[in-house]
């Protein structure tokens, strides 16, 4: 079946750049998408990148996808404490009603 | 205003006795799933349903039983054979669950404790 794999921490300092990483190992994606999940809340939608796409920029997002190593990466730049939240990485196989799958989440903490 | 709600936000039961909780979405979704998360685990699915009257299992959906009667309502029951029920409860709908795009809109979560 597939897998989606993400590192579970990362720190930075509000101003820095944060890269999350996430691999992936169904060939077969069509989409791959960046949830955010706040404590206590619910996910929502960050961005998303279709499979024929290399890169994708949505403000302070930036969506990086190499087919090749099955690798997407989310930037954010100019990271702010609001930043701060658990992102999950999440894929869409390409085969009739299949649903999402989700990474375990990176867990990305935003100090002053 | 149009999106998912779940109640209630946190939920506390005795050991052995069922539980339902509830998922409304006024999205005019078709497709509608319920995830469990566990710190550390990610979101794991339990069962979806992609119209009325329909629904399949997921990965972990021992324990667990729903239904859909009603294209805006998808009740999750949390029964006495869930070894390991206390987790976050969230609940998504999408416009359907085939095609290649399949944005999910999540509800707020709710909080189950099992004493």
């Known amino acids: 079946g597939e897998d989606v794999e993400q590192s579970l921490f990362l720190s930075v300092r509000e101003g820095d750049s944060s890269v999350i990483n996430c691999t992936y190992t169904d060939s077969s994606s069509t989409y791959l998408y960046w949830y955010k999940q706040e404590p206590g809340a619910g996910l929502q939608l960050l961005t998303y990148i279709f499979s024929n796409m290399d890169m994708k920029q949505d403000q302070r997002l930036t969506v990086l996808l190499n087919k090749k190593d099955k690798h997407l990466s989310l930037r954010i730049a100019d990271t702010q404490t609001g930043d701060s939240a658990i992102y999950f990485c999440?894929?869409?196989?390409?085969?009739?009603?299949?649903?999402?799958?989700f990474g375990k989440g990176t867990m990305l903490l935003v100090s002053p | 205003d149009g999106g998912i709600t779940q109640s209630p936000k946190y939920l506390f039961r005795k050991e052995g006795q069922n539980v339902t909780l509830s998922c409304e979405q006024n999205?005019?979704?078709?497709?509608m799933y319920w995830y469990r998360q566990d710190p550390g685990q990610g979101l794991r699915l339990i069962y979806y349903s992609q119209i009325v009257n329909d629904f399949q299992k997921g990965d972990i959906a021992e324990g667990y039983s729903v239904s859909r009667e009603k294209k805006e309502s998808f009740p999750l029951t949390v029964t006495s054979a869930q070894k390991n029920p206390t987790a976050f409860y969230l609940c998504?709908?999408?416009?359907?669950?085939?095609?290649?795009?399949?944005?999910?809109?999540f509800g707020p979560g709710t909080r189950l404790t099992v004493l």
């Open positions: 998504a709908s999408s416009t359907r669950a085939g095609g290649p795009y399949n944005e999910q809109f």
């Open positions: 999440a894929e869409k196989e390409n085969s009739g009603y299949s649903t999402l799958t």
């Open positions: 999205l005019n979704h078709d497709a």
